[in-house]
């Protein structure tokens, strides 16, 4: 049973440029989260998929990120125009509906702009 | 909203003493869930232990230990006999249902514990 995996693992990107993460998760878990963490602090949720159907967005994800997932699998997040406080670990987790609720998470993308 | 106090930011220990982690939740929910992660170095949240808001028996996990105290809304962790295995950020993590029943989680700030040899 392969965990939560997440690509790529560390971003660079200058301001202004878009950036894709991709997060494939425990392959019978069919809700999908994505979080972002900053230096020092906890996690912090951004939305969240059941299957295909995004159902929640956090206040957080601006009109500049986008999060996708087709076909109930893997799933996507997009940021456009990257701006430096952007810079953040990007953690993907999921779970599986009907367990004890906990989530698993990946190892996380490391995004960095400059 | 929900929120998750974590006060103490660093804690050392010498290797094999317990140490303690205080969380602190506030909730308007009746039905919610507490977690505890660790993140170590390489930067994975691993998850440790979870317990629901109907059950507040403490438990025992190895060298791992809960008190779910509701009255106080109070979830504390402690690792007993630790390791330098154990260092890592620890983090105190609620949840509720949502209206998806989607279970977000709202994180503390964090444990920062280090085990010295």
């Known amino acids: 049973d392969t965990g939560v995996s997440q690509n790529p693992r560390h971003k660079i990107t200058k301001r202004g440029q878009n950036v894709t993460f991709r997060c494939d998760p425990i392959?019978?878990?069919?809700?999908l989260y994505w979080y972002r963490q900053t230096l020092g602090q906890g996690p912090e949720f951004l939305t969240y998929?059941?299957?295909?159907?995004?159902?929640?967005k956090s206040r957080l994800l601006s009109d500049r990120f986008s999060a996708e997932r087709p076909k109930g699998s893997f799933s996507t997040l997009e940021i456009q125009r990257t701006e430096q406080g952007d810079s953040a670990m990007y953690l993907c987790?999921?779970?599986?509906?009907?367990?004890?609720?906990?989530?698993?998470f990946g190892p996380g993308t490391r995004l960095t702009v400059t | 909203a929900q929120k998750v106090t974590q006060a103490q930011t660093e804690i050392s220990v010498v290797e094999k003493e317990d140490v303690t982690l205080d969380c602190v939740y506030e909730?308007?929910?009746?039905?919610?869930?507490l977690f505890w992660y660790k993140q170590p170095p390489s930067g994975e949240l691993v998850f440790l232990i979870r317990?629901?808001?109907?059950?507040?028996q403490n438990e025992i996990s190895g060298r791992y230990s809960w008190n779910f105290q509701k009255s106080t809304s109070s979830f504390n962790f402690t690792i007993t006999a630790s390791q330098v295995v154990d260092s890592a950020v620890y983090f105190c993590?609620?949840?509720?249902?949502?209206?998806?029943?989607?279970?977000?989680?709202?994180f503390g700030k964090g444990n920062q514990v280090v085990v010295i040899p």
């Open positions: 987790a999921s779970s599986f509906e009907q367990s004890t609720y906990e989530q698993y």
């Open positions: 392959s019978e878990h069919n809700r």
């Open positions: 998929f059941q299957n295909e159907a995004q159902l929640e």
């Open positions: 909730t308007r929910d009746t039905t919610y869930y």
């Open positions: 317990r629901n808001s109907f059950d507040e």
């Open positions: 993590a609620l949840s509720d249902l949502g209206v998806y029943g989607n279970n977000r989680l709202a």
